[in-house]
């Protein structure tokens, strides 16, 4: 059953029950909606966490800690762009 008759389904089961029940029934997809959001937000916490790790222990990422490998600066810019924010200032 695809995403789209399942939804329609329920909304034609949803339209034949008393109204105190259908409540119950949307409580329960909210339910639902915010542990898939908690879920969610759990996951990417734990995936960054996971790359920071990464990159402040792999050493093919050493570089972005080595100071001396920042070797341009605002003086080597030869020509600005101007971005939208510039021109507000």
Same mark, same amino acid.
């Given at each position: 059953?695809?995403?789209?008759?399942?939804? *329609?389904?329920?909304?034609q089961? $949803?339209?034949?029950?008393?109204? #105190?029940?259908?409540? *119950? &029934?949307? %409580?329960?997809?909210? /339910?639902? +909606?915010?542990? !898939?959001?908690?879920? #969610? &937000?759990? @996951?990417? #916490?734990?995936?960054?966490? !996971?790359?920071? +790790? +990464?990159? %402040?222990? /792999?050493e093919?990422? #050493?570089?972005?800690? %080595?100071? *001396?490998? @920042?070797? =341009?600066? $605002?003086?080597?810019?030869?020509?600005? =762009?101007?971005?939208? /924010?510039?021109?507000? *200032?």
């Amino acid at each position: 059953m695809t995403r789209h008759q399942i939804i *329609e389904q329920t909304g034609q089961l $949803l339209a034949e029950l008393p109204e #105190a029940q259908a409540a *119950e &029934v949307l %409580d329960f997809a909210g /339910s639902l +909606h915010q542990r !898939q959001r908690q879920l #969610a &937000v759990a @996951d990417e #916490a734990l995936l960054n966490r !996971q790359l920071k +790790h +990464h990159l %402040d222990t /792999s050493e093919a990422f #050493a570089f972005l800690h %080595d100071a *001396e490998e @920042d070797v =341009y600066t $605002l003086a080597d810019v030869k020509f600005r =762009y101007e971005t939208p /924010s510039d021109a507000t *200032e």
